[in-house]
Protein backbone atom coordinates (compact mmCIF):
# COMPACT_ATOMS: atom_id res chain seq x y z
CA UNK A 1 0.00 0.00 0.00
CA UNK A 2 2.82 2.24 0.87
CA UNK A 3 3.86 2.29 -2.73
CA UNK A 4 1.14 2.70 -4.18
CA UNK A 5 0.45 6.03 -2.11
CA UNK A 6 4.46 6.76 -2.93
CA UNK A 7 3.23 6.65 -7.18
CA UNK A 8 0.41 8.25 -6.19
CA UNK A 9 2.59 11.19 -4.36
CA UNK A 10 4.88 11.37 -7.45
CA UNK A 11 4.95 14.45 -9.87
CA UNK A 12 3.54 13.66 -13.09
CA UNK A 13 7.45 15.83 -14.28
CA UNK A 14 9.17 13.06 -12.70
CA UNK A 15 7.67 10.14 -14.40
CA UNK A 16 9.28 8.35 -17.87
CA UNK A 17 7.07 7.31 -20.11
CA UNK A 18 8.42 4.40 -22.49
CA UNK A 19 8.02 4.95 -25.97
CA UNK A 20 7.26 1.67 -26.86
CA UNK A 21 5.16 0.90 -29.77
CA UNK A 22 3.65 -2.70 -30.76
CA UNK A 23 5.35 -4.08 -34.25
CA UNK A 24 3.60 -6.41 -36.27
CA UNK A 25 4.45 -9.97 -37.06
CA UNK A 26 6.31 -11.05 -40.07
CA UNK A 27 4.60 -11.85 -43.35
CA UNK A 28 2.03 -14.91 -42.90
CA UNK A 29 2.85 -14.99 -39.31
CA UNK A 30 1.04 -14.51 -35.85
CA UNK A 31 2.46 -12.61 -32.69
CA UNK A 32 1.52 -13.33 -29.46
CA UNK A 33 2.39 -10.32 -26.19
CA UNK A 34 2.20 -12.13 -22.70
CA UNK A 35 2.48 -10.58 -19.37
CA UNK A 36 2.13 -11.72 -15.92
CA UNK A 37 2.22 -10.14 -12.77
CA UNK A 38 2.40 -11.30 -8.81
CA UNK A 39 1.96 -9.92 -5.41
CA UNK A 40 5.26 -11.30 -3.52
CA UNK A 41 4.14 -11.34 0.19
CA UNK A 42 1.15 -12.72 -0.72
CA UNK A 43 2.51 -15.64 -3.55
CA UNK A 44 -0.38 -15.08 -6.28
CA UNK A 45 -0.74 -13.44 -9.59
CA UNK A 46 -1.67 -13.14 -12.63
CA UNK A 47 -1.08 -13.69 -16.02
CA UNK A 48 -2.35 -12.76 -19.77
CA UNK A 49 -1.77 -12.75 -23.63
CA UNK A 50 -2.82 -11.38 -26.87
CA UNK A 51 -2.36 -13.22 -30.30
CA UNK A 52 -2.98 -10.75 -33.14
CA UNK A 53 -2.26 -11.09 -37.06
CA UNK A 54 0.17 -9.49 -38.81
CA UNK A 55 -2.16 -6.99 -39.46
CA UNK A 56 -3.12 -6.52 -35.75
CA UNK A 57 -6.01 -7.82 -36.24
CA UNK A 58 -7.38 -9.47 -32.82
CA UNK A 59 -7.66 -13.14 -32.67
CA UNK A 60 -7.67 -14.32 -29.23
CA UNK A 61 -6.50 -13.62 -25.67
CA UNK A 62 -6.65 -15.00 -22.58
CA UNK A 63 -6.25 -14.33 -18.35
CA UNK A 64 -5.70 -16.42 -15.80
CA UNK A 65 -5.00 -16.11 -11.97
CA UNK A 66 -2.26 -17.76 -10.51
CA UNK A 67 -1.17 -19.40 -7.20
CA UNK A 68 1.71 -20.34 -5.62
CA UNK A 69 4.30 -17.72 -7.38
CA UNK A 70 7.74 -16.81 -6.08
CA UNK A 71 8.98 -14.46 -8.54
CA UNK A 72 8.35 -11.92 -11.39
CA UNK A 73 10.51 -13.92 -13.68
CA UNK A 74 8.16 -17.38 -12.48
CA UNK A 75 5.09 -15.37 -13.38
CA UNK A 76 6.40 -14.34 -16.92
CA UNK A 77 7.36 -18.01 -17.33
CA UNK A 78 3.97 -19.18 -16.48
CA UNK A 79 2.58 -16.53 -19.08
CA UNK A 80 4.63 -17.95 -21.92
CA UNK A 81 3.68 -21.73 -20.69
CA UNK A 82 -0.04 -21.07 -20.69
CA UNK A 83 0.32 -18.99 -23.85
CA UNK A 84 1.77 -22.03 -25.53
CA UNK A 85 -0.94 -24.49 -23.90
Known amino acids: MEEFK ?3 ST ?8 KLRWKPA ?3 R ?4 VDGAFVQNA ?3 GVGGVLRS ?4 F ?9 HVSSAKHVEL ?7 E
Open 30 to 33: NKLN
Open 59 to 67: ITAFSIPVR
Open 26 to 28: EHN
Open 6 to 8: TAL
Open 11 to 18: PTSQVKKA
Open 78 to 84: LAIRYAL
Open 43 to 45: SFG
Open 54 to 57: ETGD
